[in-house]
């Protein structure tokens, strides 16, 4: 069941200070969507590309209102932490955040995250899922490139190597 509250937080924010980023993933809405927001799929597929395991530790409790709480980084001395507070939850096409994230060094940086879960014919009739996400409320250019260059295409590189690994 859909469960939205208020506007979706992409509407409000500077176009400027947001990204959009997609990718097709080869598995079908639902197996994104709950490899995606699931506590024991995501501590699993954030270190699977790591040369040496990391530490991966989160809860979720996937609801409007519901909070998500991840911890994770290469070693203790280095971790990054996420709140994630849902706004939106429509299993399996859509999911949007309010996500409050600090680096090992320290540095808090507050977003809206809205994610689209589309399905995508793929050659041989394989269904496929386009991967679509706006993130907003960026404090600066630069730290909005580095996710689009580099945040969301290593978690999506993990979600894919992770999925490869677990539905064939």
Partial sequence: M???????????????????????IPASPEVVF???TDAKKQE????????????????????VGGKQTS??????????????TFTIVERPNRLATTSTGTTPDGMTMTTNIEITFGEQQEEEGKTATLMKVVQSGFPTPDIKGFFEVHVWPGATDRL?????KTTK
């Fill in 34 to 36: 709950d490899a995606y």
């Fill in 71 to 84: 911890t994770w980084g290469p070693s203790k001395d280095a971790l990054f932490h996420e709140e994630q």
């Fill in 2 to 24: 859909a469960s939205t509250v208020g506007t979706p937080p992409s509407a409000k924010e500077d176009p400027t200070l947001s990204l959009h980023y997609s990718r097709v």
């Fill in 44 to 63: 699993a597929w954030f270190v699977c590309l790591d040369e040496t395991p990391g530490i991966a530790n989160i809860e979720v409790d996937l609801r």
């Fill in 160 to 164: 894919v190597a992770y999925l490869n």
